[in-house]
């Protein structure tokens, strides 16, 4: 039997129109940062082109690839932005 993990998924700027500020999802074992994209998707067809511009930190690092998610760890989703 696979067990699940748990993560806290925090969202930002314009994808608090669609997720709340912060979250627990669980996912299947062995799980990466692109799933976790892809289970959120799912959940929230409309902000899918959104989740696509988005960077992912873990760790407070910012990913430029997926990384294995593992319980407890905390995921940050960054929609673009822009200022003046």
């Given at each position: ?17 669609y ?33 696509q511009?988005?960077?992912?930190a ?27």
């Amino acid at each position: 039997m696979s067990r699940a993990i748990e993560i806290q998924v925090f969202c930002y700027g314009a994808l608090k129109d669609y997720f709340p500020d912060s979250k627990a999802i669980k996912l299947p074992s062995g799980a990466n940062s692109d799933d976790l994209l892809t289970a959120l998707k799912k959940d929230k067809p409309d902000a899918t082109s959104l989740l696509q511009l988005s960077r992912i930190a873990v760790s407070d690092i910012i990913l430029n690839e997926a990384v294995n998610l593992n319980t407890g760890d905390e995921v940050h989703i960054l929609p673009p932005s822009s200022g003046g």
